[in-house]
């Protein structure tokens, strides 16, 4: 089955930098999908980024300039790194497998347990 875990979150001060990885199994993850969501108590989970199989990329306005997302399919992991910080990017920054039909229109086949990542200020 397919399996997505992440790591990599932490506590870091306003303006410091985080890098998240996630390494996929049993899939095959040079043809899929990738991206990264976040969800803060009490907030519906959210779209951050995602990088498709051809490597093109989008991000979320919020995460703009600061995030970057990544990937390696030689060790099946996608990346996201988080530069510049701000307490509101305090979250569970989740891995997610799929396919991208548009920037609206997508569907998630595999999530992955979540890593958390606090900002301080």
């Known amino acids: 089955q397919v399996q997505l875990v992440e790591s990599g979150g932490g506590l870091v001060r306003a303006g410091g930098s985080l890098r998240l990885s996630c390494v996929a199994s049993g899939l095959t993850f040079s043809t899929t999908d990738m991206g990264w969501f976040r969800q803060a108590p009490g907030n519906e989970r959210e779209f951050v980024a995602r990088?498709?199989?051809?490597?093109?990329?989008v991000y979320a306005d919020s995460v703009v300039g600061r995030f970057t997302i990544s990937r390696d399919s030689a060790v099946n992991t996608v990346y996201l790194l988080l530069n510049s910080l701000k307490p509101e990017d305090t979250a569970t920054y989740y891995c997610?497998?799929?396919?991208?039909?548009?920037?609206?229109?997508?569907?998630?086949?595999?999530w992955g347990q979540g890593t958390q990542v606090t900002v301080s200020s």
């Open positions: 990088i498709k199989w051809s490597g093109q990329t």
């Open positions: 997610a497998a799929g396919r991208w039909y548009s920037e609206a229109l997508y569907r998630i086949d595999s």
